[in-house]
């Protein structure tokens, strides 16, 4: 081989290694259906009407109600200018398995082990540092799965308009 032809054969190599590298770059999930913390009302409005969930918009409490095919699903945001997204609870309609075992469906979707696990079967409680004052939460008891997503940042703004 003449040494055109060593580098082309090299150059090729390096750029299957390059593709490979770049398609295999792990994605970082930061939402929750869609909804992220600190996106606008409007945002999490558009995200409802694209996934045709039936939502409602509740002002008195500054919430917007949709159903889903997950369940009901709770977007809290902040008053006036943009309206924030401060967090999102999702009510799961059919939560079947054990409280470890949704925990590490969701481990695996965010690619992020817990941060901390309080309680024991049947009731427990999952938390996940997303990003940057971002946290996941899975809350199971025998009744009832929640899991919500919110910046602490602003849910203490919204805690602070309601007084």
Not at 20 to 27: A, K, M, N, P
Not at 95 to 111: H, K, M, P, T
Request: proline share 2%; charged share 25%.
């Amino acid at each position: 081989m003449n040494r055109i032809q060593i580098g082309v054969i090299a150059t090729a190599v390096f750029l299957v290694v390059v593709i490979f590298g770049l398609t295999r770059q792990s994605y970082e999930k930061h939402d929750l259906l869609g909804v992220i913390p600190g996106m606008t009302h409007k945002q999490a409005e558009s995200v409802g009407k694209a996934r045709k969930w039936g939502c409602q918009d509740q002002p008195a409490t500054r919430e917007l109600v949709c159903a889903t095919g997950q369940g009901k699903f709770s977007i809290a945001y902040l008053s006036g200018g943009d309206q924030q997204v401060t967090g999102a609870t999702l009510r799961l309609a059919d939560a079947a398995g054990s409280a470890q075992s949704l925990a590490d469906g969701i481990s695996e979707q965010y690619r992020k082990k817990p941060s901390s696990v309080e309680g024991q079967e049947p009731a427990m409680t999952f938390t996940w540092d997303i990003d940057k004052g971002v946290k996941l939460t899975m809350r199971k008891t025998a009744d009832a799965t929640d899991i919500s997503i919110g910046n602490d940042e602003l849910q203490k703004r919204r805690e602070s308009e309601k007084q």
